[in-house]
């Protein structure tokens, strides 16, 4: 079965970058990462930032997803909303963010034009 990557895409507000950092990297977003985890399916690949200046956005969060239904059960899932609410003040909320869901180039079917 082919791999399914949700990427969520994100500023951080200048002034918060390095607590964002010590969070993330602490026991709480570990912990609630894990309970994400049992709850959707969802498996955290990490949060990535861009370096020397390369990248649009300040951070990127990946996940890999077992199968759809996993990206469904994010609506209920209690850690995600947790880490929403802990997140807020470190994402700049005055700029747009954006997700996507990916699949290899080798899993994605090309319909070619009539």
């Not at 990557?5 to 977003?29: H, M, P």
């Not at 894990?34 to 955290?44: A, C, D, P, S, V």
């Not at 300040?58 to 802990?86: F, N, T, V």
């Amino acid at each position: 079965m082919s791999k399914i990557y949700w990427v969520q895409t994100y500023f951080v507000r200048a002034e918060k970058a390095r607590q964002f950092q010590q969070w993330l990297t602490g026991d709480e977003a570990k912990q609630l990462i894990e309970q994400f985890k049992n709850e959707t399916g969802l498996r955290y690949m990490g949060t990535y930032a861009p370096i020397l200046g390369f990248g649009d956005y300040d951070a990127e969060d990946w996940y890999e997803a077992p199968d759809w239904a996993a990206l469904d059960k994010i609506r209920g899932s209690k850690a995600s909303e947790q880490m929403g609410l802990k997140t807020w003040d470190f994402v700049d909320q005055t700029r747009p963010a954006k997700s996507r869901v990916m699949r290899s180039v080798q899993d994605v079917k090309i319909v070619a034009p009539p």
